[in-house]
């Protein structure tokens, strides 16, 4: 009768069944996506890790729907209602949608008008009505009058009938489910200003008097017009039908409705009365009811577009290209409370600490500059990480100087997101790693590491806080987080960790690790030394052979006794290379990276019962370039000179910025001025685009022309397209409508000191 949940997702997935039901018994097991994706390719088929994703989610959804099925077949047959109709209707349901509307008539409810005029005897008279509409209502309904059973009159009795066949009439599965795609199809989404809040939601104005089809209403607006709609400012309706329309005049609704149980108006006695009931069973019953699930809905599909476009950015930040591991300095700017200084060694860890105030209202530029480059000499410092937010070009301007004046120490600068930073500031896991350095101090230090490397220092931070999301605050949050979760999962586990330098919060996300786990592979590590190969992590506390064969083959043991141990090739695959090595009599230190050597070899000399063609060929990959990191060559961008501030900003300059977020509809970008400018879709490229994320990644550098600037609003058009000509634009309002940073420009650092007093101030830093 029902088919299995296996043959549902292979239709669904367009694959085999096999494939289906040999991923969901890996998933029953404990096996994390990561590791079915890389490790179990014979068993699934080689299906990615997107389509394992997009399985699981659907075989919970199914899941769920056949336990739901079960609970409603159950209530059904202890009424005694059960029938082979409506139980062949019940398994024949493919979505919650259409199961709810089965079961709404045999739903236990509060006492509804329509149960009490029921147990008033009044059923017969609606009956009678509708079967015979000759029949005056009135004279009829005399005979059900009784005052002992609260029906007082003829009015009453009237009532009570029309209660019962409201209730009938919408209740009806088959005509929901009809008017439901109909009002779908053909309903407007409507947004109106609320009276009196027309200031108050000005960055609402496009919206005080919008109507488009809901249907085709992209998410981003969707969810805009219902965060007005929040927010007291807009007032947010289905409309079906013009506003001019006749109270009078029936809706193709409602006729839709009389159709069904044979309502018409022939001038007999009961027909208005019978159309009436129509009509309210409709716009006061149906309709009000559809309208909150279609906005609920539409809702539903906005979040979970808005989720994908969050994901996909937050992926193309994770996996960022590292500057590697090099000595690096951490600014985060700031104006009165100073910019606070951090340096971090090659791996990391935190070598010092300050607070400088080049900027208002100190303007100690000098003294700042010389305590930087006492800082970057004592410590070999090859890179300055900037942070993007308040005063972030002023700080630019001087580590610029600070460059410029000591070119002998090599050093280069780079203006990096600070998102987050300051969640991470005041975690919990920020102080139990820095319990004696100042909460203010700590961001300097993320800063600095995230330019080392974005995925190491970014799991540390909810990935809600790291500012890459679309509306991500009006979205469903438990969805957001485990759709985030997942990405940060896959990223971690695409690019492997090195177990002797990962910290806990990085372990955590591993395949088959928790935070329990990640702690206890720290506290071994700390108490006993570096691991020296993949075996010693079974001695590490409550890490079994199944948490072994989940995590294993994306944990690095770098010089470690094996040399496959820095290599993504799982242990249980060792084996496969062991033949190789057998059979050609080369070490195993000798095959790796030995590129010309590994494509001489066959793969299908070493398949096996337990080991197919697609792992030989990954195992064969690996062994070209051991470890490779998926992530792209590390570059940057350089904002222009005395471009610092929005109003510094001219129709036709071309720029060089950083994409800081992509959305459907366009990538805003970061050309350094405290506000990031929108290119909108049509201007990324000179071709059709569908999706701007075939075009743009989330921190890609990128040149832009400025087509249109809009001070008082903070919003910046701008065109990948450097032949277009400013004030061409029709989007230019389509920007972001809060500032990332309110940053002053700086003032002119006093220069009558000269670079003696900055010469003077650096040597006698060096000396303490």
């Known amino acids: 009768m029902l088919k299995s949940i296996a043959s549902r997702l292979a239709t669904e997935l367009n694959v085999r069944e096999a494939q289906v039901s040999a991923t969901i018994a890996l998933i029953d097991e404990g096996a994390t996506i990561p590791f079915i994706a890389r490790y179990r390719k014979e068993a699934t088929g080689g299906l990615d890790d997107t389509q394992l994703r997009m399985l699981g989610e659907r075989l919970s959804y199914l899941r769920e729907l056949d336990d739901r099925r079960a609970s409603i077949l159950k209530s059904i047959a202890e009424q005694d209602k059960l029938t082979p109709q409506l139980e062949a209707a019940i398994y024949g349901a493919d979505n919650k949608t259409t199961l709810e509307d089965l079961y709404l008539p045999y739903k236990p409810k509060r006492r509804t008008k329509a149960q009490i005029a029921r147990e008033a005897g009044l059923e017969p008279l609606a009956d009678s009505l509708l079967a015979d509409p000759t029949q005056n209502p009135e004279t009829l309904a005399v005979g059900f009058v009784d005052a002992d059973k609260g029906v007082a009159d003829a009015k009453a009795a009237l009532d009570g009938a029309r209660a019962i066949l409201i209730e009938r009439f919408a209740e009806d599965a088959v005509l929901l489910g009809n008017l439901r795609d109909k009002l779908w199809s053909e309903a407007e989404l409507s947004a109106t200003v609320v009276a009196g809040k027309e200031q108050e939601g000005a960055k609402f104005a496009d919206y005080f008097a919008h109507r488009e089809l809901l249907k085709t209403t992209p998410s981003h607006r969707a969810l805009a017009l219902l965060r007005g709609r929040n927010e007291g400012v807009l007032s947010v309706a289905l409309k079906y039908q013009p506003d001019d329309t006749p109270l009078t005049q029936r809706s193709a609704y409602e006729e839709r409705i009389a159709a069904q149980f044979g309502i018409k108006d022939a001038g007999r006695a009961a027909d208005k009365w ?16 559809l309208e909150l699930e279609l906005i609920a809905r539409i809702k539903e599909a906005a979040d979970a577009e808005a989720i994908k476009v969050f994901a996909a950015n937050l992926k193309d930040l994770l996996l960022a290209a590292p500057a590697g591991p090099r000595a690096t300095l951490g600014l985060d700017p700031g104006l009165r409370t100073g910019v606070k200084v951090a340096v971090v060694d090659n791996t990391g860890k935190l070598l010092d600490t300050t607070t400088i105030y080049p900027h208002e209202p100190r303007r100690d530029w000098d003294r700042s500059i010389a305590t930087l480059a006492a800082l970057c000499t004592r410590h070999k410092v090859e ?9 972030s070009r002023e700080t630019d301007k001087l580590a610029q100087e600070l460059i410029r004046a000591f070119p002998q120490l090599g050093m280069s600068k780079i203006v990096v997101s600070e998102a987050g930073a300051s969640v991470y500031s005041a975690s919990e896991l920020a ?8 909460v203010s101090l700590r961001g300097a230090v993320s800063i600095a590491r995230r330019l080392q490397d974005p995925l190491a220092e970014l799991v540390k931070i909810d990935p809600k806080s790291i500012g890459v999301g679309q509306y991500q605050h009006d979205v469903n949050q438990s969805q957001l987080a485990r759709s985030l979760d997942a990405v940060v999962e896959d990223c971690v586990n695409a690019v492997g960790v090195d177990v002797n330098m990962a910290s806990v919060p990085l372990l955590t996300r591993v395949s088959g690790l928790n935070s329990t786990l990640a702690a206890n592979i720290v506290a071994h590590r700390d108490a006993n030394g570096a691991f020296k190969s993949r075996r010693e992590l079974l001695k590490v506390s409550r890490l079994g052979d199944k948490t072994f064969e989940q995590a294993a083959g994306f944990l690095r043991i770098m010089g470690g006794s094996n040399p496959l141990d820095a290599s993504s090739v799982h242990p249980e695959a060792y084996p496969v290379v062991e033949g190789i090595v057998a059979k050609t009599g080369r070490a195993v230190k000798d095959i790796i990276g030995d590129i010309s050597f590994i494509r001489t070899v066959r793969a299908s000399d070493y398949t096996d019962e337990r080991f197919g063609l697609p792992t030989v060929i990954d195992i064969l990959k690996e062994l070209e370039k051991p470890g490779r990191d998926p992530r792209p060559a ?10 610092e501030d929005i109003k510094d900003l001219q129709p036709g300059m071309v720029l060089e910025g950083v994409v800081t977020n992509v959305a459907n509809f366009g990538a805003f970008v970061d050309i350094g001025v405290h506000q990031d400018g929108l290119v909108h879709i049509s201007a990324l490229s000179t071709k059709f685009v569908d999706d701007p994320r075939t075009v743009v990644k989330a921190g890609q550098v990128v040149k832009v022309k400025v087509l249109e600037v809009d001070v008082p609003r903070k919003r910046i058009a701008l065109t990948m397209r450097l032949d277009d000509e400013p004030g061409t634009s029709s989007r230019s309002g389509a920007g972001r409508s809060e500032p990332r940073g309110g940053g002053k420009p700086r003032q002119q650092a006093p220069q009558e000191q000269g670079g003696g007093a900055m010469a003077a101030a650096f040597a006698k830093l060096m000396k303490k």
């Open 274 to 289: 019978l159309l009436d009931t129509v009509r309210l069973t409709w716009r006061a019953k149906i309709f009000l009811s």
């Open 383 to 391: 890179l300055i990480a900037i942070g993007n937010g308040t005063a």
């Open 431 to 438: 102080a139990k790693e820095f319990p004696d350095l100042d």
């Open 634 to 643: 590390f570059e940057t961008a350089t904002f222009q000179d005395g471009v």
